[in-house]
Each structure stands twice: as C-alpha cells, then as structure tokens.
C-alpha cells in the first residue's frame, strides 16, 4: 500500500519564488510509494492549520519552507502517528541542516524519498512548541525588529539589522531555575538549543542534541563590541562553547525571570511573552525524516 503525504508550501518564505515547486513535487516523489498532495498556506497560522487538520490521515506532513514553517507544521503534528518531512526553502534552515537534509531541491526529494525516520525531542516556552531554538535577549530583539521592518527576508538582511541594532542594545540581567539549581546571570541574549545551530551553519551549541532529552540553556554574556567578528566565527567553526563569554547548562525543566515582559522567538519566529518564562523539554516528541548522513545524537 502506498503511503500518503501532504506537501504544505510557504509562498513566501526565504524570500523565495515557490510557483514552480509543485512541478518540482512531481518531477522528484517516487510515485510507486506515495500518493500525494501539494497545498499553499495563504498567511501565519495557516500552515499549522492545515497541518492540524491533515494529522492522522496523511502518514507524512512535509514542510516546504525555513524554520517558521517547520515550527507551524511540527507543532501541529507532535504527538501524533504522521512524519514530519521537510523541503528547505528558507533562509537559515537551521533543524534541516542539524538533520543533514540536503539544501538542494533534488537532494531534499531523494531524502523525503528514502524516508528515514527518527524521533527527536521538542521543547515548550510558555505553552509553545519549539524543535530546533528558542530564546530572548539580543536574537529575540532582532527578530522582532526584522519582523516589524524588513521587507527582504534572507541572511543578509538579517545581519544588516542586526549591524544596525547592536549598538543600542543593551544587555539584560535574568533569573534561571535550571532543574531546581538557580543562577543569575547579565546576558546578551539566552537560546535554548534542541539543535546546535540557529541556521545557515552557526552553532551556538556545538555538543546539543535532539535526542538526549535536554535543551541546552546557552548564556551569552554581554561582550566588548570588537569582539563581535570573533563571536560569529566561533560558531561558524563550532567553537563557541569554549569562549570565554559563552556559558552553557543543560536542563529539562527551565525557568527565566526577567524584568519585564519582552520579545522571545520560537525557532526564529517572533512573540511577546511575560517577565517569567517555563521551559521544558518533551523528549521524543516528533517523528522526522533525517538525512542520511544524520548521526543519531
């Protein structure tokens, strides 16, 4: 028996064109295993609730987007009996890339293809689902500007803004309960790692994994600016865990109280939360499609 997938496509995402990408569906999916569908979201929330709707009738719901869109289709599936694939049409990609799903459109298809699958964990801000980072403070600051003010979407508009604001932000003292030890800590902004990157191959956390049952709570600690081009490099290089300005504890059940209410981001989507936030982990909550070069880990 044939296995049926449903492709949900993001029209917009990664500021890339996606009219061709049905053809594309056509052209790559093996036909002698699956019957399948394509569908457009139309606006935010849309792909979830396509998602949510499709869940349990099809045996694989596959993203066609960035990191957004995966967000919006797995936290409508976690949980269930359907497979989350993912087609990368994003600008950072950042779970695709940790799960080794090639960037190219013919790679994408043959992994979908293949259709290896693992489950990997999740964590929960406030309620709200997460599956590669999520976190507040300098990055949240900026997705929320970026959101609010550019019209480009892509990495380069993003570090532009991101140029742009760093010299007017100013770090934040936060509160964290980490599995019942607490700290206090002035960070530059705080990300809790499912995955080891936030995309386009900068790993904030080089040693995270998806299926260790743990987030990874990484501190940032507020940096002289020159010292900004040594930080990216860090992560571009998976060294950023042993810099001097970068703390990081794993955990289960995480608290942060900060000052007052502020921007957060969930796997690089922007939202207001409140001055306290609870975090958890939900160990294996999803079932995914990985590359096959994909280490379990």
Known sequence: MKRKALFIINPVSGGKKKEGVPDLIQKYVDSTIFDFETTFSTGISDARDIAKQAAGKYDIIAAVGGDGTVNEVASAIAGTNSVLAIIPYGSGNGLS????????????????????????DAGKMNGHWFFNMAGMGFDAHISHVFAHGSKKRGFISYFKSSLQE?????????KLDIDGVKYEREAFMLSMANSSQYGNNAHVSPTASVQDGLLDVCIIKPFPLYRFPEMGLRMFTKTADSSQFVEIIKGKHIIITRSKPGPVHLDGEPQIEGAEIKIDVVPGALKVIVGGSYKNG
């Open 166 to 174: 760093i010299n007017k932000y100013e770090p934040q003292l936060y």
């Open 97 to 120: 890339r940790f799960l080794s799903i090639p960037m190219d459109v013919e790679g994408a298809f043959a992994t979908f293809n293949k259709g290896r699958t693992i489950s990997i």
